[in-house]
């Protein structure tokens, strides 16, 4: 069985845009370094951090990332 684990590494709300601006990182075995997945998501500000980790994980995966 294959493990992965999801860092986000950086992250900061642009509120110009109105969004989250974010690196996750993908790290599983086999890979020399983690996969760095840049990642933009609407969402106000006062998005709790649990669903903004979340949140930034789904996109990350949504991009075809996920599947490692």
Partial sequence: ???SAIHIAEVF???ARLRFEAVV???APGLPQPLR???MLAAPQGTP???LARALAAEAA?????GL
């Fill in 1 to 3: 069985m294959s493990h």
């Fill in 13 to 15: 709300y642009n509120s």
């Fill in 25 to 27: 990182e993908f790290f």
């Fill in 37 to 39: 997945v840049p990642v």
């Fill in 49 to 51: 951090h649990r669903a």
């Fill in 62 to 66: 949504r991009r075809g990332i996920g």
